[in-house]
């Protein structure tokens, strides 16, 4: 059984960057046609795709965050990690991560979330 575990701060000043770490048990994050990726919940609205970065470490990126994100992943520790530059209170939700296997398939599974906060 995959797991899949976030971790970081809870609380991020504005204008500094966001870092959460997800860690990954019960499989390999080189598992072919794996693709590992960040989702957030704003209070009050749906779920957004940030990005994922492939099991082969190619990263994508939801365009809307203008390119202030940055997923990237240690083998070695078989985790992967979302940076978000310049922080503002609009950041400020439930991160999670989660895995799809193939592309176009359903999440099949999911960390529990994290919350974020970016507040002075």
């Known amino acids: 059984q995959v797991q899949l575990q976030e971790s970081g701060p809870g609380l991020v000043k504005p204008s500094q960057t966001l870092s959460l770490t997800c860690t990954v048990s019960g499989g390999s994050i080189t598992t072919n046609y794996v693709y590992w990726t960040w989702i957030r919940q704003s209070p009050g609205k749906g779920l957004e795709w940030m990005g994922a970065i492939s099991y082969s470490g190619s990263p994508s990126y939801n365009p809307s965050l203008l390119s202030r994100a940055s997923i990237s992943r240690d083998t070695s520790k078989n985790e992967f990690t979302l940076q978000m530059s310049s922080a503002t209170p609009e950041d400020t939700a439930v991160y999670y991560c989660?895995?799809?296997?193939?592309?176009?398939?359903?999440?099949?599974?999911w960390g529990q979330g994290t919350q974020v906060t970016v507040s002075s």
């Open positions: 989660a895995r799809v296997y193939g592309l176009g398939s359903k999440y099949d599974f």
